[in-house]
Structures are given as structure tokens and as C-alpha cells.
């Protein structure tokens, strides 16, 4: 004859004060880490699109060459796989994670003692219900003791999520959360988008261009803040030159442009398949 072990469990259902108070608190959370992935996804952005801006248009300051084709490819996609690791890091890998009722509990507990562990009570008790060894040291403590343990422990359970209900009233989930860490990244950025928005208001141009070049990969060259021409080219910007003959370029530059001519010039010339040299 085989014996067969049962399972009794004192446990109640979780009050729907209980429940709510959680979900409400597992749902702010998500939110907060939603808030704060997309305030470190501007500032990312906003820093990619400065140093880009900067690589590619300082040195046409200086007299050199915009950053070429293959190059700008490569800055966006770094920047767009940086974009996916932010959202990741910040966003996606805690969004998703599993927020046990337990420890949302504990969370509670700890900003509000008052509950004096009978909310991590409530909440543990119907999470981990009693098992067939927890239920054969509740029957030999019955014998032993000649008493009603099943009906004992109920009332403690009872009086455990009275006493838990009882304390919600004054559950204030703000003071749950640090407030000053994500108010200090909207505040970066905040100010970053504000430097884009006054760059865009203060050198449209040289925003547009900036953003079509990094953005949309366009080549439309920076405008030079000084005018200069080649001697000795026709109106197509063509010489003929006999093969083999050392050619010398002269440049002249306009002194009168509100902008001194540059000390340095570079040329950029192709053969007649359209490929650089």
C-alpha cells in the first residue's frame, strides 16, 4: 500500500489593494527606465552629430578637405549602433526584466516600515506556497502540540494582510523612487538639444549642410569662406598639357573678401572616368 502525501496551504488570495499597489509601482518603474533611456538617447545623438560635425568641417576651416564618402558612412553607423547600445543598456535589458511582487514588496518596506514585514508577508505567502515537507512539520507540530496549528496559522496569515491593508492609506509610491538621477540626465539633455536648436536658428546653413552631409550622406561640398580660382583653366575648368609635361597650378585668391585669403590651399582633381587622384 502506497501512502499519498497532500498539500494543505493557508495561504489567501493577495488582496486587490495589494495588487494594485504593486502593478502601479512595477508600471513606474518601467516608465522611469523608459525616461531615462530616452534622455541618454538624445544626449548620444546630439554628441555623435557635434563630433561629426566637427570632423568634417574643421578641417575645411584650416584649409583640407571635408571627410569623404566612405568615412561619413562609417560615423553613422557607429553612431547608430551607439544609439542601439543606449537603448539597450538603458532601456530594453531592464524594461523586460521580471519584477517579482517580493521584491516590489521589499521596495515598499523599506521607504515605509510601518508595515513592519507584513506586506513582504502577504506578498511571499502566495508567491511560495507550502510544500509537502513544509506540510508534514505542520501536521507533527499539530500532535505535538494538540492543537489546531492549520487554523493558527490562518489567523496569523489574516491578521498579517489586515495589518498590510491597513498600512496602503499612507503609501506614497514617490518617495520610492530617486528623483535627482534622471532630473539631472533630462537636464544634459534638455541643454544639448538646445545647443542643436541654436545652431539651427543662429547658421541654418551651415546646420543643413551638416545634417545632409552626416545624416543623409549627401556631397555637397562646404561653402569656402574665400574666393579662389585656378589660372589657366578654361570656363570647364580643363587644360590640355602634353603627356609627360611637369604642370604647375596657380591659384589667386580675392584680398578683398571680408575673409583673408588661406594660407593653405588643396586640390582635388580626377581623370576623365570620374575617378580621384
Given at each position: 500500500m502506497s501512502a499519498i502525501t497532500t498539500t494543505e496551504s493557508t495561504s489567501t488570495p493577495t488582496p486587490e489593494s495589494v495588487v494594485q499597489l504593486l502593478d502601479n509601482l512595477r508600471r513606474r518603474i518601467r516608465w522611469y527606465v523608459v525616461?531615462?533611456?530616452?534622455?541618454?538617447?538624445?544626449?548620444?545623438?546630439?554628441l555623435a552629430f557635434w563630433v561629426g560635425l566637427a570632423a568634417d568641417y574643421l578641417p575645411v576651416l584650416m584649409g583640407a578637405s571635408e571627410m569623404p564618402l566612405e568615412a561619413?558612412?562609417?560615423?553613422?553607423?557607429?553612431?547608430?549602433?551607439?544609439?542601439?547600445g543606449v537603448v539597450y543598456y538603458y532601456v530594453l535589458r531592464r524594461v523586460f526584466s521580471p519584477l517579482r511582487d517580493s521584491s516590489l514588496a521589499l521596495l515598499v518596506e523599506r521607504q515605509f516600515?510601518?508595515?513592519?514585514?507584513?506586506?513582504?508577508?502577504?506578498?511571499?505567502?502566495n508567491e511560495k506556497p507550502r510544500t509537502a515537507m513544509d506540510q508534514a512539520d505542520h501536521d507533527a507540530i499539530a500532535r505535538a502540540t494538540?492543537?489546531?496549528?492549520?487554523?493558527?496559522?490562518?489567523?496569523?496569515?489574516?491578521?498579517?494582510?489586515?495589518?498590510?491593508?491597513?498600512?496602503?492609506?499612507?503609501?506614497?509610491?514617490?518617495?520610492?523612487?530617486?528623483?535627482?538621477?534622471?532630473?539631472s540626465k533630462f537636464l544634459l539633455a534638455m541643454l544639448a538639444v538646445a545647443s542643436v536648436v541654436t545652431f539651427a536658428v543662429v547658421a541654418r546653413g551651415t546646420f543643413g549642410i551638416g545634417a545632409s552631409?552626416?545624416?543623409?550622406?549627401?556631397?555637397?561640398?562646404?561653402?569656402?569662406?574665400?574666393?579662389?580660382?585656378?589660372?589657366?583653366?578654361?570656363?570647364?575648368?580643363?587644360?590640355?598639357?602634353?603627356?609627360?609635361?611637369?604642370?604647375?597650378?596657380?591659384?589667386?585668391?580675392?584680398?578683398?573678401r571680408?575673409?583673408?585669403?588661406?594660407?593653405?590651399?588643396?586640390?582635388?582633381?580626377?581623370?576623365?572616368?570620374?575617378?580621384p587622384l
Open positions: 525616461l531615462e533611456g530616452i534622455a541618454m538617447l538624445i544626449v548620444w545623438l546630439v561619413r558612412r562609417a560615423f553613422l553607423v557607429i553612431t547608430l549602433l551607439g544609439a542601439f516600515p510601518e508595515f513592519h514585514d507584513s506586506l513582504v508577508t502577504t506578498v511571499e505567502i494538540n492543537s489546531d496549528a492549520t487554523h493558527l496559522g490562518q489567523e496569523m496569515l489574516v491578521h498579517t494582510v489586515q495589518r498590510a491593508q491597513a498600512s496602503l492609506s499612507d503609501v506614497n509610491l514617490s518617495r520610492v523612487f530617486r528623483y535627482r538621477p534622471i532630473v552631409r552626416l545624416v543623409m550622406l549627401s556631397d555637397a561640398p562646404w561653402p569656402r569662406r574665400a574666393q579662389i580660382e585656378m589660372v589657366g583653366f578654361d570656363e570647364r575648368g580643363q587644360k590640355k598639357i602634353a603627356k609627360g609635361t611637369d604642370l604647375v597650378v596657380r591659384v589667386r585668391a580675392d584680398a578683398k571680408a575673409y583673408p585669403p588661406p594660407e593653405l590651399c588643396s586640390i582635388i582633381y580626377q581623370t576623365d572616368d570620374g575617378q
